[in-house]
């Protein structure tokens, strides 16, 4: 009678202790998010590449991938995430991907966003704005094919040079072999208009 207790105990024992992945590397290796507790207030800035779950107090700005801000929890800075929660209260900026504004929560400033969601009962004061995406900045540069003709026309340029050159060289050839009594003929003398109405 008391080996089949002992034995269930240690049954449940083991199996309380097995980790629940399923050894090495089964679980998922998704990392822990980093907590600021009821209990804590923050002074300063916080910045990770994971998951911020705050509340708490934040007296600073947060940059992180994902941020929860809980019913209790309070945000005084700049939020920038990939995606922002609030249950609680904001008095800032928020820059991200997604924002949900939840039944309860409050937020006073400007959201920056591609994603927004305002649920009823959501306290909101500031201005909406558009994300800009990063990858169309670049695009402001010229492509490729309208800067090969700008470099084509200085090669069309260099050479008229020479011809302007070999243009003003036959002027000044023909004006020094003109005498100074005798005057440059007329471009369009008689002789040349009659010849033009025989012809």
């Known amino acids: 009678m008391f080996a089949k207790v002992k034995e269930r105990i240690d049954s449940t024992a083991k199996t309380a202790t097995r980790p629940s992945g399923g050894g090495n590397g089964g679980g998922s290796d998704r990392p822990m998010p980093s907590i600021v507790s009821r209990d804590m207030r923050v002074t300063g800035n916080l910045d990770t590449p994971g998951e911020v779950h705050v509340e708490g107090t934040v007296d600073g700005d947060i940059t992180c991938a994902k941020l929860t801000i809980g019913a209790t929890g309070a945000?005084?800075?700049h939020i920038m995430a990939g995606t922002v929660r609030?249950?609680?209260?904001?008095?800032?900026?928020i820059n991200a991907e997604e924002v949900f504004i939840l039944n309860g929560s409050s937020v006073q400033g400007d959201v920056i966003q591609t994603l927004l969601e305002i649920a009823p009962g959501a306290s909101f004061e500031g201005a909406i704005r558009r994300r800009v995406p990063?990858?169309?900045?670049?695009?402001?540069?010229?492509?490729?094919?309208e800067a090969e003709p700008a470099s084509e026309a200085e090669p069309l340029l260099l050479a008229t040079e020479p011809v302007e050159v070999e243009a003003e060289a036959a002027v000044?050839?023909?004006?020094?072999?003109?005498?100074?009594?005798?005057?440059?003929?007329?471009?369009?003398?008689?002789?040349?208009?009659?010849t033009r109405k025989a012809g």
């Open 134 to 145: 990063t990858a169309p900045t670049a695009m402001l540069a010229p492509p490729p094919a």
């Open 172 to 194: 000044a050839e023909a004006l020094s072999s003109a005498t100074a009594d005798e005057p440059p003929a007329p471009a369009n003398s008689g002789e040349d208009v009659e």
């Open 86 to 93: 609030v249950h609680g209260r904001v008095q800032g900026e």
């Open 75 to 77: 945000v005084n800075g």
